[in-house]
Nanobody
Framework: QVQLVESGGGLVQPGGSLRLSCAAF????????MGWYRQAPGKQRELVAAISLGGNTNYADSVKGRFTISRDNAKTTVDLQMNSLKPEDTAVYYCNAYKLTGAYYRKRYDYWGQGTQVTVSS
């Protein structure tokens, strides 16, 4: 149905910047919120940032003030601008999009990108 294609990962020094991009294609109708998750080795996956169709955003406390999420609804893309990167930001970052279905949108179906490695190191 929906495929998410990511780009922009790589190696960056502490204090540097990186921009991740994700494009959705396929059955993109009814996509609601899009966002980014990350998972570091030995740790649970966590939400980094998300943005709704209306532009409302949600950030993890650890990235507030450093990361900015944005989207283009016409192109169904979502970007994550990451500034002032820290070693603890090192993780695999996954693009996410979901659709809401069912009565009163009680059901949620998630789509995931393949993941892109972000490494922050000297």
């Amino acid at each position: 149905q929906v495929q998410l294609v990511e780009s922009g990962g790589g190696l960056v020094q502490p204090g540097g910047s990186l921009r991740l991009s994700c494009a959705a294609f396929g059955s993109i109708f009814s996509i609601d919120t899009m966002g980014w998750y990350r998972q570091a080795p030995g740790k649970q996956r966590e939400l980094v940032a998300a943005i709704s169709l209306g532009g409302n955003t949600n950030y993890a406390d650890s990235v507030k003030g450093r990361f900015t999420i944005s989207r283009d609804n016409a192109k169904t893309t979502v970007d994550l601008q990451m500034n002032s990167l820290k070693p603890e930001d090192t993780a695999v970052y996954y693009c996410n999009a979901y659709k809401l279905t069912g009565a009163y949108y009680r059901k949620r179906y998630d789509y995931w990108g393949q993941g892109t490695q972000v490494t922050v190191s000297s």
